[in-house]
């Protein structure tokens, strides 16, 4: 029950915009439909004295979807993707491919590959960096995380150490030791930030893009939608409200008709530009608002046309 209540609130907030977007269009062209929309704006009140109404209503739930996001919708998300971790995606690959961080300044690692499952990094390499100079480089053919003792534990390795002297080489079958990193660091996915709240999650991408993720343009996808989903229902309000407040021929059908059109192509466009974002370089910040850009000089061009 707390997994499907979850569920609901996660994306019943997603949706929001649209689901405002569809009310606003049935309640307004409810009224264009009774003549009662000409009747107020006949007995001396603006169009813009008509619009209040909805930009307080819109401010309201803009206000309530923005809390959601940052605060309460990824400390819901918890239960929802713990859950669907255990039960429904249990078939995602548990294999890293070319795992390529710095842990700290001057320090990097790598693996060919990581099995989140068995915490084992094959073919190890770390290196330590005064600089440009190389100071120390270690290799080993895989390098598991030992529960007991917590620590790491290299097989088959040799470490080189650059001195002024010259290379020192040790090589050896086992060795236990610790490094600035646990296996925690490589078990998450792109949707655990959907977990964390704005804080955390700033500090969270600024890690990262210390430690040299290649999910940064992901994880900026997630943080500023956060901000441009709620900012979507007062573009949406405007839409909805001049486009259905004319009366014409098929009434609420046709409104609904040009609503669901619309929304279909907002829904792409949001797709569209965060495949750019994830893919082609696209600034992830653009990305999120082009959307809301594009469909803001609708907008406006629709309030314009809108029945004065």
């Known amino acids: 029950s707390k997994y499907y209540l979850n569920f609901v609130l996660f994306y019943g907030n997603l949706f929001s915009p649209l689901l405002v977007f569809l009310s606003v269009i049935f309640f307004t ?31 309201i739930l803009a206000a309530m979807s923005f809390y959601l996001n940052n605060y309460l919708v990824p400390k819901a998300n918890r239960t929802r993707i713990a859950f669907e971790g255990e039960y429904i995606h249990t078939f995602k690959r548990s294999l890293s491919q070319s795992v390529h961080r710095q842990i ?30 190389l100071k120390q480089k270690i290799f080993a053919n895989y390098v598991k995380w030992d529960t007991i003792n917590a620590n790491w534990i290299l097989e088959n390795y040799y470490i080189r150490d650059y001195t002024p002297r010259g290379e020192i080489l040790r090589r050896g079958k086992s060795m236990d030791t610790t490094f600035a990193f646990l296996p925690t660091e490589f078990s998450g996915r792109v949707e655990d930030t ?35 989903l709620p900012f979507s229902t007062y573009i949406l309000t405007i839409i909805g409200v001049s486009m259905s407040s004319r009366k014409v021929r098929g009434g609420l059908g046709a409104h609904f008709a040009m609503g669901l059109a619309l929304a279909v192509t907002y829904i792409l466009a949001m797709k569209v530009s965060t495949v750019y974002a994830t893919n082609s370089g696209l600034d992830p910040l653009i990305a999120v608002w082009i959307p809301n850009f ?8 629709l309030f314009y046309k809108a029945p004065k």
Do not use: C
């Not at 003549?35 to 001396?44: D, P």
């Not at 594009?294 to 061009?301: D, M």
């Open 294 to 301: 594009l469909y803001g000089l609708l907008a406006a061009y």
């Open 194 to 228: 959907q977990m964390m709240n704005v804080h955390e999650l700033d500090e969270f991408i600024e890690d990262q893009r210390l430690k040299g993720s290649k999910n940064i343009p992901f994880y900026l996808i997630e943080k500023h939608s956060r901000n441009a």
């Open 29 to 59: 062209s409810q009224l264009a439909s009774r003549s009662e929309i000409v009747a107020i704006l006949s007995s001396g009140v603006s169009f813009n004295r008509f619009m209040r109404p909805y930009f307080i209503a819109a401010t």
């Open 104 to 133: 700290r300044p001057g320090e990097m690692i790598y693996f060919d590959k990581y099995n989140r499952a068995k915490d084992i990094g094959y073919s190890f390499t770390y290196e330590v960096w005064d600089g440009i100079d």
